[in-house]
């Protein structure tokens, strides 16, 4: 294994070393357990199914908003990017929902549409969308004018241009805002959940959250960051790299 694989290797050993050393320190089970005083709680809620029933549900929360707010995100970012004019009246209202808290956006959703599942995917979805507008939005003033003047001299269609000049150019700002964007809207469909639905991470952290069980928490939590870990890890950084890889070729 090369210094490159191994160094994230190492800083995990650390952390959890940092956590075996805490909870040795804190000598209470019940206020910072060992990792493996997990163990048997892990299995119990593997076993029962209830863990792979709110994980699942998480993971199609994320989903959706992920798709929503990318899609929405990148077509706002390129139009404002690319339109002095539409930048200009828009900005306004991309610095608006960039300070707005995400917990205002998921009260009033939730008092405007009801404790449903559209309410929650729209409250994550409006929280990401402006700073995947932003990323992009950058990605398209960045843009090579003389690829658009060789794709007007060619007459190239508009989806022919957005696709062999546009895309490749912004593929590595969508990366980038896609990476930036997974980490952010898990967490906030954990509050999504935590504060209005009867399912999910969220929900079951509260829950516990309500016992004072911690041993239950880390559980959940834990769970739902290995599977974001094994998404950030096995699918968005080797994106990121090919989408990065033309401008080194």
């Known amino acids: 294994m090369n210094a490159s694989r191994l160094t994230p290797v190492l800083s995990l050993a650390g952390l959890l070393a940092l956590w075996v050393v805490a909870a040795m320190l804190t000598a209470d089970a019940q206020i910072l357990p060992s990792p493996w005083q997990l163990g048997a709680p892990f299995a119990q809620e593997l076993a029962s199914g209830e863990l792979l029933h709110h994980l699942g549900a998480t993971l199609v929360r994320v989903i959706w908003a992920f798709a929503l707010a990318m899609t929405l995100g990148t077509v706002l970012g390129i139009v404002m990017g690319r339109s002095a004019a539409t930048n200009a009246w828009l900005d306004p209202w991309l610095v608006v929902f960039l300070n707005l808290p995400a917990l205002v956006l998921i009260v009033l959703c939730y008092l405007w549409i009801g404790l449903t599942e559209a309410a929650a995917i729209t409250a994550v979805t409006l929280n ?23 794709a007007r001299i060619y007459r190239m269609g508009w989806m022919a ?15 980038a805002a896609a990476r930036s964007g997974v980490a952010v809207i898990w967490k906030i469909v954990l509050v999504v959940e935590f504060l209005g639905r009867s399912s999910g991470i969220g929900f079951q952290i509260h829950l516990y959250f309500q016992l004072f069980d911690v041993a239950m928490v880390l559980v959940y939590a834990f769970s739902f960051i290995t599977v974001m870990l094994l998404v950030e890890w096995l699918v968005l950084q080797p994106l990121e790299r090919r989408a990065r890889r033309w401008r080194s070729a």
């Open 128 to 150: 990401k969308v402006p700073n995947v507008a932003v990323v992009i939005r950058e990605g398209a003033r960045a843009l090579d004018p003389e690829l658009d003047a060789m």
């Open 161 to 175: 241009r957005m696709r062999h000049v546009i895309f490749p150019q912004l593929a590595p700002f969508v990366a």
